[in-house]
């Protein structure tokens, strides 16, 4: 006997019916199948880099209160309780001194007695003037504290070869020269060696509006005067970059440039969703949250697209695609300068750091060098200060909690993510990415974008794994976040729900949650 349902009937039968389903589906763990192989990619620690620009209070407050403070606690004027923190991310690499400023920046402003420095306007942020009481020594001596590699980005929008040449020489130079002669008169005997050298930035715009033939070209003709005074450790010279999807960018320097000359190119792309109004940092939808995922997500896209061009000119992949600027960018905190890109952190930060940095691990054939925009109190900060106090955001933790995967080897992984679909927006719920380090330690960082569903995972690990733990980061709200008046709101916990049990690891992960999971 069969039965018919008509009209309003048969349509609540089926849209039940298609519920129980769903219902179903989602309670079926997602299955994630982990592929350890010895010709997988190491993830490059540089992957982890910062950026510290003169940019608002970065370096000003942030970085640096003077070596007259009595106010915060320092070192040579650099605040002592940063150096702490930034110890504890293990930064591998450190931008500086801008972004669209260094192309305005002289050097030799910058070095020599502090009284003597000549003053400038920093044209591009807040238009504040600048004092140039922060520069080369500092700068490099910062990075001898927190135990970070510098990476110098040189002036050619405004500046001259010879200018960049004589910085090179100053910096790296051992021997008798002018240059080493100077810093050695400035106080510091031994050169520091630095090895990451940006030639220019974002040329497309604020580095000079050139064209990508023209600047080219500019870039043969810096490179080729950026002698390697130091043997031992030789120069790394990344060209200015895309701007996100320009891919024409990247094809015509890597058609102009020949492979000789380059060590890295650049790419830049910032999760806005619109320049003219780029949203609250703190006061969101769940509709707007999805919009700042997807253009978080196309970094997937773009590293795809980019890396294919590159493929084209260098099939050997020796020149690496170096995103020194990424991050979530929104419209400044009311009552802040506008031009000093002040911003709060809340858990949708966490997410945007985590799903990214999972990207890039997952790229780590080609892209081995990335830069989080900024370091403190400008775009997504790592750390905020107010005078004498400072916070840790959650992108902090975020980064601190990954730092497992530095110079790991990446562990591909394979899996189908459920949807996270809001407003026009359909997005992969769940991203993955492991490795393993040189001690035999698994680790594996999954994020679930989805504030509302939780996700239950299987993932088949391989034999030999007797323990599990974990740290998760997470909050009731999207929009929680950490102030002064409660630092700590957002912090990593411990993580209970993985369950080892031979080859598989089940793992339950709450909606908004980033964790990263140990196994030994
Ligand atoms: O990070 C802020 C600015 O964004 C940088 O100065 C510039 O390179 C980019 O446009």
């Not at 192989?37 to 992957?47: D, G, L, Q, Y």
């Not at 004589?166 to 050695?184: A, E, L």
């Not at 370091?375 to 900060?381: D, E």
């Not at 998760?472 to 929680?480: E, F, M, V």
Request: hydrophobic share 40%; proline share 5%; with cysteine.
């Amino acid at each position: 006997m069969s039965i018919f349902f008509k009209g309003e009937t048969r349509r609540l039968l089926l849209a039940s019916s298609f519920l129980f389903a769903s219902c179903l589906l989602q309670a079926q763990p997602i299955a994630i199948q982990l592929k350890p192989s010895e010709t997988a990619p190491v993830i490059n620690k540089h992957i982890y880099g910062h950026f510290a620009e003169h940019l608002g209070t970065c370096i000003y407050g942030g970085f640096y209160v003077g070596e007259k403070s009595t106010l915060v606690p320092h070192t040579a004027g650099v605040r002592n309780d940063v150096i702490n923190a930034l110890k504890k991310l293990k930064i591998p690499n450190l931008r500086w001194p801008g972004g669209c400023f260094a192309d305005t920046y002289h050097w030799k402003d910058g070095v020599g007695p502090k009284e003597k420095r000549p003053t400038i306007v920093n044209q591009w942020w807040g238009g504040v003037t600048e004092d140039n009481s922060f520069g080369t020594h500092d700068f490099l001596n910062l990075c001898e504290a927190i135990g970070a590699e510098p990476y110098l980005a040189g002036n050619v929008g405004s500046g001259t070869v010879q200018e960049l040449a004589d910085w090179v020489q100053y910096v790296n130079f051992g021997g008798i020269s002018p240059m080493s002669n100077w810093r050695k008169e400035n106080g510091r005997e031994k050169p520091w060696a630095v090895r990451y050298w940006g030639v220019g930035n974002e040329a497309w715009g604020c580095g000079g509006n050139m064209t990508p033939e023209y600047y080219a070209n500019e870039y043969r003709k810096y490179a080729t005067f950026m002698a390697d005074w130091n043997n031992t450790n030789k120069i790394f010279r990344i060209a200015s970059g895309a701007n996100s999807g320009d891919l024409n960018w990247t094809e015509v320097l890597m058609k102009n440039i020949p492979l000789h000359m380059l060590e890295g190119i650049a790419l830049h792309h910032y999760a806005v969703v619109n320049w003219d109004k780029k949203g609250s940092s703190l006061v969101f939808t769940e509709d707007d949250y999805a919009v700042n995922m997807r253009v978080t997500l196309k970094m997937e896209e773009l590293i795809q697209q980019h890396s294919k061009i590159m493929d084209k000119y260098d099939p050997q992949k020796k020149i690496a695609l170096v995103v020194d600027e990424w991050g979530a960018w929104y419209d400044p905190l009311p009552g802040t300068n506008p031009g000093f890109l002040q911003q709060q952190n809340t858990l949708r930060d966490a997410m945007v750091a985590g799903v990214t940095l999972n990207i890039f691990n997952n790229h780590a054939d080609r892209v081995r060098m990335a830069n989080l925009a900024q370091t403190i109190n400008v775009l997504q900060a790592v750390i905020l200060t107010d005078k004498e106090k400072i916070l840790l955001t959650p992108t902090f933790h975020v980064m601190e909690m990954y730092n497992v995967h530095q110079d790991a080897r990446l562990i591909p992984v394979q899996f189908n993510s459920p949807k996270f679909t809001r407003g026009t927006e359909s997005l992969d719920a769940i991203s993955v990415s492991a490795s393993v380090d040189k001690n035999g330690k698994t680790h594996i960082s999954v994020v679930n974008i989805d504030p509302t569903q939780k996700h239950s995972l299987q993932l088949e690990i391989g034999a030999g794994k007797k323990t599990v733990s974990g740290r998760i980061l997470t909050s009731a709200r999207l929009q929680d976040h950490n102030s002064f008046e409660q630092p700590e709101k957002i912090k990593p916990q411990l993580f209970k729900d993985a369950r080892l049990n031979g080859n598989q690891l089940t793992v339950q992960v709450p909606p908004a949650a980033v964790l990263v999971l140990e196994l030994q």
